[in-house]
């Protein structure tokens, strides 16, 4: 009877014990800590089966805490969070959006009391009348719409000085040029570098023709277009700047803006553009305090707004078509699928030697007098000088070492047979080019090469025979080829003007010294390498499928690469582009003067010379 109620007894504890034992009890083998229990109750339930299954996976011994907690979960998801929040990527520079992206215009075109303003907020859509591009003087005339980020009144079409021009007090003033120094003029300026200017002598005299449609040029409805000029030299921006002003949309033309992107720190060179963006509607200083001396990648993190296409130029072009701009726009409208489109450069190792094949290139040798043999003065016309003397004519020279005669010196046309171009620094490289890429080799390298590319130009120009370089052809790329972003982009049926000759550089180096690409395009790529030009030419085009062409109906010249810079500032080159812009583009306000002294041993027609 005892043993029977004993385990009765046993029993009934026996089953108690189970109607008090948790479910969690039954599905873990340790003991949960007490100041826990309380407050993970409410997961501990059987109408929870997520919950349940989740807490039965097995813990690795090596867990810390192999007791699971969800306090432990919130934990690291909050730290999780401040990592990305405070630390992710740090080494990448920040991508601007169209909204993010600040513009420093200089703060001589704005008023103290209107900060900047970022390019968002810039102006609206000039005027899209027919544009007609002439071949003489450009007319200076007031803009017909105020394209200025500040508060300043639009200026009214009839009057010829701006307000801010007027009120406009120059602040530069050039410093005296040194005897003897790094650069000279032919041109027959007085003992000081004075020259005394004659507009009335210059209007009417060039002409050239136009590829433009019928019924001229109209600015495209709906797009921003902005010049990106990559500043840095005062004496080559100096004769761009008639171009420019020539194709502002106040003008007639098509930049609504022109941005002079600040890349020295040259306190002369400084000070002088800042004086001409005061002076000029249009014009505007940006990245100033930030891209000066940096990489030129610094400068592209501005190019990214949406339905803008923005020209980039080099500061040394020292020649633009009336019509190379308007083209360059339409074929990067008309194309849609190339990543960006080029001009077709003068003094360009691929372009060069293309208009080399093509009939653009013309044989042409240095003065092989060791001084001057004419008289100083404002030319640019290569017919005017006599032609290359046969008995002085040397074929054994090397293409990479040819001589300097003297400083100032012209190159003179050997004949207009082509069979001579053998005898010239292009003949010979295009008879033995050598195992240099052509990006690097001696079209790259020899001023030679460069200095005849340009005399070549200036001798077409002086033709009236523009149409030697138009050697591509019209490429049209499948309907369903990569584009950029169609809300980011303006486009077209197709059937307006551009991409009739174009070149396809085949995912190849080519050249950045005058392009035209999509904002939204730069935007999605940036940051841009180091390496600007490999990158927008042939790294980029290559990763997204779209290809880098160029248009060689837009004709612009280059004055030169730093490998040929110290022989080609020794001829009479410059003078020349400077004299072939007060004639035909610079308004008979703004004709441009030498900066230097006259050349050692020129003479001044009925004067004295150094």
Not at 47 to 69: C, D, E, G, M, T
Not at 246 to 252: E, K, R
Request: with cysteine; proline share 7%.
């Amino acid at each position: 009877m005892v043993k029977q109620r004993e385990e009765d007894i046993e029993s009934s504890a026996e089953l108690l014990s189970k109607e008090n034992q948790s479910s969690s009890s039954e599905e873990f083998d340790y003991d949960e800590p007490e100041y826990n229990q309380n407050w993970s109750s409410s997961f501990r339930s059987d109408r929870n089966p997520i919950w349940r299954r989740l807490q039965s996976l097995p813990i690795p011994n090596w867990v810390p805490a192999r007791k699971f907690n969800p306090r432990y979960f919130i934990f690291a998801v909050v730290v999780s969070l401040l990592i990305s929040l405070f630390i992710f990527n740090p080494y990448s520079p920040t991508k601007p959006t169209q909204h993010q992206t600040d513009v420093d215009v200089s703060p001589a075109t704005t008023p103290a009391a209107v900060p900047a303003t970022t390019v968002a907020e810039a102006a609206k859509a000039t005027t899209t009348a027919p544009v007609k591009h002439v071949s003489t003087t450009a007319s200076h005339v007031a803009p017909a719409s105020s394209t200025s980020t500040s508060s300043t009144p639009s200026a009214k079409p009839t009057v010829e000085t701006t307000e801010s021009e007027a009120n406009h007090t120059s602040g530069y003033h050039a410093p005296k040029p040194e005897a003897n120094g790094k650069y000279c003029t032919t041109w027959p300026v007085d003992e000081e570098g004075e020259y005394k200017l004659q507009a009335g002598d210059r209007v009417g005299k060039f002409k050239t023709d136009s590829i433009a449609p019928k019924g001229g040029w109209k600015k495209p409805e709906g797009i921003k277009i902005i010049g990106m000029v990559f500043y840095g030299r005062k004496r080559y921006v100096d004769i761009l700047d008639c171009y420019l002003q020539q194709n502002l949309a106040s003008n007639g033309g098509y930049f609504d803006e022109v941005w002079f992107m600040a890349h020295t720190k040259d306190e002369d060179d400084v000070a002088w553009i800042e004086d001409l963006v005061a002076k000029t509607p249009g014009y505007k200083v940006v990245g100033k305090g930030r891209c000066e001396g940096e990489k030129y990648k610094c400068m592209w993190t501005y190019a990214v707004e949406d339905n803008t296409i923005y020209v980039k130029i080099d500061d040394d072009i020292v020649y633009i078509h009336p019509d190379a701009i308007p083209q360059l726009v339409h074929t990067r409208i008309n194309l849609p699928h190339p990543y960006a489109v080029s001009s077709n450069l003068v003094n360009s190792p691929v372009t060069g030697m293309e208009q080399y094949h093509y009939g653009a290139i013309h044989p042409f040798l240095p003065d092989p007098s060791d001084k001057p043999s004419f008289h100083a003065a404002e030319t640019w016309r290569v017919s005017e000088k006599k032609k290359y003397p046969a008995e002085e004519m040397v074929e054994d020279y090397n293409v990479m070492d040819i001589t300097v005669p003297y400083r100032g010196h012209p190159w003179l046309l050997i004949s207009d047979d082509h069979y001579d171009l053998l005898k010239t620094p292009m003949g010979k490289y295009d008879q033995d080019r050598g195992s240099d890429p052509i990006a690097f080799g001696a079209a790259w390298k020899s001023w030679g090469i460069g200095a005849q590319q340009q005399y070549s130009l200036l001798y077409n120009l002086e033709q009236n025979r523009m149409d030697r370089y138009f050697f591509g052809r019209n490429v049209r790329y499948p309907e369903n080829a990569l584009g950029p972003n169609a809300s980011a982009v303006v486009l077209t049926d197709g059937k307006g003007p551009g991409g009739e000759q174009v070149y396809d550089t085949g995912f190849n180096r080519y050249n950045l010294n005058f392009c035209a690409v999509w904002g939204s395009d730069i935007r999605e790529q940036l940051p841009i390498a180091d390496d600007d030009e490999q990158d927008i030419t042939a790294d980029i085009p290559r990763r997204v499928g779209r290809p880098f062409v160029i248009d060689t109906r837009s004709v612009v010249g280059h004055f030169s690469f730093f490998t040929q810079h110290d022989g080609i500032t020794k001829s009479d080159l410059l003078d020349r582009w400077r004299a072939f812009a007060n004639e035909a583009v610079c308004a008979p306000t703004n004709l441009k003067k030498p900066w230097d002294l006259l050349c050692k041993d020129f003479r001044i027609d009925g004067g004295l010379g150094r």
